[in-house]
């Protein structure tokens, strides 16, 4: 084998080797990505999150109350008679 064979032949080697790990990198990127989602992802899950309790509070609030109101009413109509 000449000198010029062998370093023909470490420069594939090395380009082979490189183009690989960029494969592998890209795969776990992707993976990455897909399932742990992106930062903007998981900042838009955690402020879904947040809406979904405040929404559950003001449920809470308003249901709360409307007893209360009925109660209020019923009271009344049973004083008007």
Do not use: C, P, W
Request: avoid cysteine; charged fraction near 40%.
């Amino acid at each position: 084998m000449s000198l010029i064979s062998a370093i023909v032949l470490i420069v594939a080697i090395v380009v082979i080797a490189g183009a690989f790990r960029n494969r592998q990198q890209g795969r776990r990127d992707h993976y990455t990505e897909t399932f742990e989602g992106s930062a903007r992802e998981r900042e838009l899950e955690a402020e879904i999150e947040q809406l979904r309790e405040r929404v559950k509070v003001l449920e809470r609030i308003a249901t709360e109350d409307r007893g209360a109101k009925a109660l209020a009413e019923k009271i009344e109509d049973l004083r008007d008679d």
